[in-house]
């Protein structure tokens, strides 16, 4: 009793119909879309899968059941209070920075007007003191002194009266 390899003496498969293959994810994929000139929409005839379709246009949209389903209207109802909700929360926190900002300047602008005014009370008590022989003391000073005297201008930002170096401008 010798084995051949012989596919002619090997013994038959049973009369029941042929099992076919397992399909393939893209076969499935292909059988649920509609057909197009006899092959499946979004598929070349000629089988060249790297050529994509366009999907510019409504009518050139490959759909299936899976890309095409609608929501519910309540889903989209909750998804519009959604994005509400967080635009307004938006709109919220962009308010209340640029409050802050706001106040932050504002309270900027008071310590300086508070520090103008602190420094004009008492640098007038100083030139008081210094009101005689002022000319025989300014040419005594040296240049590190004559760079301290200031004069006074109003500050048109704050509306107050401030010293400022002799030479700015």
């Known amino acids: 009793p010798s084995m ?7 013994p038959a ?3 029941a119909a042929p099992v ?10 292909t059988a649920l879309r509609p057909l197009v000139d006899g092959a499946p929409k979004g598929c070349n005839v000629s089988g060249r899968n790297w050529k994509v379709r366009p999907q510019k246009r409504a009518t050139t949209l490959v759909t299936t059941k899976y890309n095409n389903r609608a929501t519910s209207w309540e889903k989209r109802t909750a998804q519009k209070r959604v994005r509400a ?5 938006e709109a919220a926190m962009k308010e209340a920075r ?8 504002e309270r900027r602008l008071e310590q300086d007007r508070r520090k103008a005014e602190n420094e004009f009370k008492v640098s007038m008590q100083s030139a008081q003191q210094m009101t005689s022989n002022v000319g025989l003391k300014i040419k005594a000073m040296s240049k590190k002194q004559l ?3 200031k004069k006074t201008r109003m500050n048109t930002r704050t509306g107050v ?5 002799a030479y700015a401008k």
């Open 4 to 10: 051949s390899s012989d596919p002619v003496s090997a």
């Open 13 to 15: 498969p049973s009369s």
């Open 20 to 29: 076919p293959p397992a399909a393939t994810s893209h076969e499935v994929d």
């Open 85 to 89: 909700a967080a635009i307004e929360k």
């Open 98 to 105: 640029r409050a802050a900002a706001v106040e932050k300047k």
């Open 147 to 149: 760079r301290q005297i």
């Open 161 to 165: 009266v401030e010293f400022v170096p």
